[in-house]
């Protein structure tokens, strides 16, 4: 046969289950979520069906006993029989007394009774169960967190297959009113008021949720790993002189950059072999771009290079009586000049004369007096 454990009945459904409890007599009844039972000088209690055990099983359930009312004795229970009148076992709340008594009854009565102070706060919820031939009575806050408050070798009676849970109310006197029951062999059901929303660092958990404490965030050089995806750890940068690759593109080596006398092509376009930089007085003209008139030719040691372009070094300069043609004009070569008794010219100066029948000596004659445009 089932453990008492198995009997289990939460009376939401405002409805008395008549399979659960077939024995109920006097005046009970299921509402607002709880089972019932009234206290009244007459005799009326909840009863289930004879086809339980307590051995190796429990129960447990929530109890709201009656309010005294003007009477001398007020109760409730919650016992677990055997077919044997007044051999029983479980807990009796006396709300005029404000006592809360242990019982584990033979022919009525239990000299080991235990008595406690009654709390409706300590004493909310109560369970009786059996295990390893002891019994246990225990008391607790919450249907949660339980304190044993006597202990009782087992009776031979507990193991029997024919045992029902009994749940009574009786007063002597006083208004009548009502002892209330709930939760039987249901965990409760806790309601927890949420405060102010509040900025934190660490997740809300939520109900029957394990939340874990993030830590400070951390600089790494390795990358942040999804759940179940591999990682590669990543080595220090460092300076290279090749174009990182991109996924899947090949690369090409830039070799170092060196002087060339033609021009770098670009791509799929053809190259012409520059010349030799040749001087002109005319500025060269780039390819699409407008020209500047380059003023009068001056004296200079060495001529301005083309940008890319080779050059000559030119020699140092020689005086010339005439100027230097600009470019596009003819220019004649002129010999060395000799000396004559006549002037060349108007254009030149004379640079003197030599007289008649004096001896040479040196480069000039020593005798021979120089003169400009002198008289004979």
Request: aromatic fraction near 8%; glycine fraction near 10%; proline fraction near 6%.
């Amino acid at each position: 046969m089932p453990g008492i454990a198995s009997l289990v009945d939460n009376f939401d459904d405002n409805t008395v289950n008549p399979a659960l409890w077939p024995n109920s007599y006097g005046t009970y009844q299921e509402a607002s979520g709880r089972a019932r039972v009234a206290c009244d000088t007459s005799f009326n209690a909840y009863k289930s069906a004879t086809s339980w055990t307590l051995t190796g099983s429990s129960f447990y359930l929530r109890i709201y006993p009656p309010a005294p009312s003007g009477a001398a004795t007020a109760t409730c229970t919650a016992f677990i029989t055997s077919v044997t009148a007044g051999t029983d076992a479980g807990f009796l709340i006396d709300a005029a007394g404000n006592a809360l008594g242990l019982y584990l009854r033979t022919g009525f009565a239990d000299a080991g009774a235990v008595f406690l102070t009654y709390s409706a706060t300590a004493h909310a919820w109560l369970r009786l169960r059996e295990t390893g031939g002891t019994l246990y009575w225990d008391t607790s806050p919450d249907g949660t967190t339980w304190t044993n408050r006597r202990t009782a070798t087992t009776p031979a009676w507990a193991a029997d297959t024919t045992l029902a849970l009994y749940m009574d109310s009786h007063r002597d006197t006083g208004t009548s009113n009502w002892a209330e029951y709930d939760n039987l062999n249901t965990p409760p059901v806790t309601v927890r008021p949420f405060g102010t929303a509040t900025e934190t660092n660490t997740a809300v958990a939520a109900s029957h949720r394990k939340t874990r404490t993030s830590g400070t965030a951390t600089e790494t050089n390795t990358g942040i790993t999804g759940t179940a995806a591999k990682h590669r750890t990543l080595g220090t940068a460092s300076e290279t002189s090749t174009t990182p690759a991109q996924g899947g593109r090949k690369t090409r080596t830039l070799p170092s950059a060196g002087e060339t006398s033609t021009a770098l092509p670009p791509l799929t376009a053809k190259t012409r072999t520059l010349g030799h930089a040749v001087e002109t007085s005319a500025a060269p003209a780039p390819a699409g771009t407008k020209q500047r008139a380059i003023g009068t030719a001056t004296e200079t040691g060495l001529p301005l290079a083309p940008a890319g372009a080779k050059r000559a070094a030119h020699g140092v300069a020689s005086e010339t009586d005439t100027d230097r043609p600009l470019a596009t004009a003819k220019r004649a070569v002129h010999g060395t000049a000799a000396e004559t008794d006549t002037a060349t010219g108007p254009a030149r100066p004379h640079l003197g004369h030599i007289r008649a029948g004096a001896p040479r000596t040196g480069r000039w004659a020593a005798a021979a007096p120089r003169h400009r445009w002198g008289a004979r």
